[in-house]
């Protein structure tokens, strides 16, 4: 586990709360309503329900959690959900609320409702978006992971990152509450951190310019990442970049990056 080789000695279970927020944009060139109205139908089929409860359990996995329930929602016109619960530690069957859906009421997909909260859960959220008068449409991913005791969720960011087309990229993470040692010393985290990008792999953050906001004495951090290098070809949606003169593609790169950058920066600029 990411920085808890050496773990506290604690009286009772660890109270820690970690939460890790990764908010990632795919920007896309698509110039036409029929283009626009295709690319959305594409990001929609591509990350639908099924594929993100996939992602949300390969975390789930990563960093060492039992799935006890999962919640997942196709929306109409565009966009789904995902809310899975879970446990830091394996539990025998026996100890499962039958009323799970990894327990032993099972009920059919698609007709219940998920309103089971706890301090442990994973959820994802997709916004595709276009409007008619922009040729540029963006597709946004929301996935909050958020763990107590002694599990993580920084290890699972590379896994993340590659699991979408990532142009722009927001992580917060933070450390609420305290636990206690043996001795009564509160501990307001128990593991070593200086930036998120420490849990990043180098050749994932070269690929991006990237700027930390911390707040050390808070437990708050943040880190944003801006994509360096566009290669036209994989903006355009169903269009070969040798069909466009040299112009035309400069000014496609240029509308794109213009809005990589305000999406980056939080603020329109252009």
């Known amino acids: ?121 994973v959820t994802v959220h997709t916004f595709p978006e276009y409007h008619p008068d922009n040729s540029i449409s963006t597709f946004r991913v929301d996935i909050d992971v958020s763990t107590c005791g002694e599990i993580s969720p920084l290890n699972t960011l590379d896994y993340l990152i590659g699991s979408f087309d990532s142009d722009i990229i927001t992580i917060d993470y933070r450390v609420r509450g305290f636990t206690r040692d043996v001795e009564g010393k509160k501990f307001y985290i128990d593991h070593d951190i200086t930036s998120i990008q420490d849990y990043i792999d180098d050749s994932t953050l070269k690929k991006y310019d990237a700027i930390d906001v911390n707040v050390y004495q808070s437990n708050i951090f943040h880190t944003k990442m801006l994509i360096k290098e566009i290669e036209l070809q994989n903006y355009l949606f169903n269009k070969d970049v040798y069909e466009l003169p040299p112009k035309q593609r400069l000014e496609i790169t240029n509308s794109l990056r213009k809005e990589m950058i305000e999406i980056f920066s939080g603020m329109n600029i252009y």
């Open 1 to 121: 586990m990411l920085g808890l080789e050496k773990k506290l000695t604690l009286y009772g279970f660890n109270n820690l709360t970690k939460t890790l927020s990764f908010n990632i944009y795919d920007v896309c060139y698509a110039k036409s309503e029929r283009e626009q109205r295709d690319y959305i139908a594409y990001i929609d089929e591509q990350y639908n329900s099924e594929r993100l409860t996939k992602i949300l359990c390969d975390v789930t996995d990563k960093i060492g959690a039992q799935v006890l329930n999962i919640s997942k929602q196709d929306y109409d016109p565009q966009g789904a959900s995902v809310n899975i619960l879970i446990a830091e530690e394996k539990l025998s069957p026996e100890n499962i609320d039958e009323s799970c859906n990894q327990g032993k009421y099972h009920i059919e997909q698609g007709n219940f409702v998920h309103a089971h909260l706890d301090k442990s859960h």
